[in-house]
């Protein structure tokens, strides 16, 4: 089965930095793409970022370019989400997802989900 589970939110002040895990299993696809979304209290989910299987392509929100980094360990299975110069307007919670083959900044062309993880910034 595929699973991914994002980790690592919490509370933060405005400025400070986070990092949040993606770990999968379960993928047997030839390519693919993780991607991170986030959605925030009464507002639809919003793209964030995505990279490939490789690693070697990315693409970012204009929101979060400059400020959020996204890599991965595929030796490890995870992927990462550095969240730098954090704002207030980035409290939201934090999905990661994979689609198969697409790179794409649409959610519904994701094709599994893992549960949230809550990043709350304090101004």
């Known amino acids: 089965d595929v699973q991914l589970q994002a980790s690592g939110g919490g509370l933060v002040q405005a400025g400070e930095s986070l990092r949040l895990s993606c770990e999968f299993s379960g993928f047997t696809f030839d390519d693919y793409v993780i991607g991170w979304f986030r959605q925030a209290p009464g507002k639809e989910r919003e793209f964030v970022s995505a990279i490939g299987k490789s690693g070697v392509s990315w693409y970012y929100a204009d929101s979060v370019k400059g400020r959020f980094t996204v890599s991965r360990d595929n030796a490890q299975n995870t992927v990462y989400l550095q969240m730098n110069s954090l704002k207030p307007e980035d409290t939201a919670i934090y999905y990661c997802?994979?689609?198969?083959?697409?790179?794409?900044?649409?959610?519904?062309?994701?094709?599994?989900w893992g549960p949230g993880t809550l990043v709350t910034v304090s101004s």
């Open positions: 997802a994979v689609a198969i083959y697409s790179m794409s900044n649409q959610p519904g062309t994701y094709d599994y």
